[in-house]
C-alpha cells in the first residue's frame, strides 16, 4: 500500500509557473516496476494524464505540456515532482500524484494506477 500526499498548487496568471510536490510513502521499495506520475481532472469525470516516470527515470508527457512541464522525483526523499512553467488557462484543473506497479509507465497509464492522492488545485488566469 502506498500514501500519497501533494502540495504546491494555487493561483498563478498565464506566463506563470509553479512547482508541485508529491509526498510518498509505505511499501515503495516492494515494486521492481514503480509508475509513478501525474494526471488532472477539470470539472467533469475525465482524468487526463499528465507525466509518468518509471523506476529508471525515464519520463513521458501528455503531447501539450511537452516543453512547459518537468516531471522528476527525489529517491533519497521518497518525493515526486512536477515543474510547470509557462502555463496557460487549460491547464486550470485539480492535479493528483499516483503511483503503481506498471512495466508500461505512461501519462495514460498514470489515470489508473493503484494509488493515488487527494489533489491540489491549480488555477491559471488570462
Known amino acids: 500500500h502506498l500514501r500519497m500526499v501533494e502540495s504546491g498548487g494555487g493561483s498563478v496568471q498565464a506566463g506563470g509557473s509553479l512547482r508541485l510536490s508529491c509526498a510518498v510513502s509505505?511499501?515503495?521499495?516492494?515494486?521492481?516496476?514503480?509508475?509513478m506520475g501525474w494526471f488532472r481532472q477539470a470539472p467533469g469525470p475525465e482524468r487526463e494524464g499528465v507525466a509518468a516516470i518509471d523506476n529508471d527515470g525515464n519520463t513521458r508527457y501528455l503531447d501539450s505540456v511537452k516543453g512547459r512541464f518537468t516531471i522528476s522525483k527525489d529517491s533519497a526523499k521518497n518525493t515526486l515532482y512536477l515543474q510547470m512553467d509557462g502555463l496557460k488557462p487549460e491547464d486550470t484543473a485539480t492535479y493528483y500524484c499516483?503511483?503503481?506497479?506498471?512495466?508500461?509507465?505512461?501519462?495514460?497509464?498514470?489515470?489508473?494506477?493503484?494509488?493515488w492522492g487527494e489533489g491540489t488545485q491549480v488555477t491559471v488566469s488570462s
Open positions: 499516483a503511483a503503481g506497479g506498471e512495466w508500461a509507465c505512461t501519462p495514460r497509464v498514470v489515470t489508473a494506477l493503484n494509488y
Open positions: 509505505g511499501n515503495i521499495n516492494g515494486y521492481s516496476n514503480l509508475c
